[in-house]
């Protein structure tokens, strides 16, 4: 009875040896896979520029949207209004996909689209829009200077211009405010928020300071005037293009 079970344990042991002996070679052979081979998980396709020739493009509502066909595949993009021509072969920023997008403006909905920052490098980097990033506009675009904006500023402890948000930002981070102003640009449906951006007459539009976007659950329609109610922030990054030194986030309309 002994002599059995001594050669049942001593079995145990020498197969549990065997299994250790076993993932310790897997675990050695693994280390010494070389390391190009992780680099040929895909990547995916908005993490380099989108590259292709123009085969249709339009203009609406501030934005341009273009599609790149690429080895017989198109895509469609999104960027700050610029010039573009069919037939031109055009390298944009990576950026941020949506599915099922609706533009009310072109009054059409894409099965998939991209929101680009811009154009991008030779080598395929980034570029940072003309004029600067401070106070930029949806898709890193601030909306010109309205004409003849002057709205008057609204009541309270929390009420501000646009222009004492942009020059009292650090004062106000994460703090609550109220501005009163004039939409000029609305941006629908963007990474679940509507953009818009409102002017009152303040803030210098050489330092493009004139200009708040405030991300809104709200739509308002361009023309509007509006006190908005929202949180600050500075320096926020969004990526794709979303770079701002001062923003309002999660705004409701009072009324």
């Not at 890193?140 to 904006?149: D, I, L, T």
């Amino acid at each position: 009875m002994k002599r059995w079970l001594f050669l049942l344990i001593a079995g145990f042991l020498m197969l549990a040896g065997y299994n250790a002996s076993a993932s310790t070679e897997k675990e050695k052979s693994a280390s010494q896979q070389p390391a190009s081979a992780a680099a040929k998980a895909p990547a995916s396709p908005t993490q380099g520029a989108l590259t292709g020739k123009v085969v249709e493009t339009m203009n609406s509502g501030g934005y341009t949207y273009v599609c790149l066909q690429k080895q017989g595949k198109k895509t469609w993009v999104a960027v700050p209004e610029m010039k573009v021509s069919v037939g031109q072969e055009l390298a944009l920023q990576p950026g941020a996909e949506m599915t099922n997008f609706p533009s009310k403006t072109l009054n059409r909905t894409f099965d998939r689209i991209i929101f680009s920052g811009g154009p991008a490098s030779p080598q395929g980097a980034s570029v940072k829009p003309a004029g600067g990033m401070m106070g930029a506009g949806s898709m890193g675009a601030s909306a010109p200077a309205a004409k003849n904006v002057k709205v008057e500023k609204a009541a309270g402890a929390d009420a501000y211009t646009v222009g004492e948000v942009f020059s009292k930002r650090k004062a106000l981070h994460q703090k609550t405010v109220v501005v009163r102003g004039k939409v000029v640009k609305v941006s629908a449906g963007i990474m679940g928020s509507n953009w818009i951006h409102v002017q009152d007459g303040t803030g210098d539009a050489k330092k493009n300071t004139h200009d708040l976007v405030v991300t809104t659950q709200e739509l308002p329609t361009v023309g509007d005037v509006v006190t908005l109610k929202g949180t600050v922030s500075m320096d926020k990054d969004f990526g794709a293009g979303y770079r701002y030194d001062v923003i309002v986030e999660k705004a409701s309309i009072q009324r």
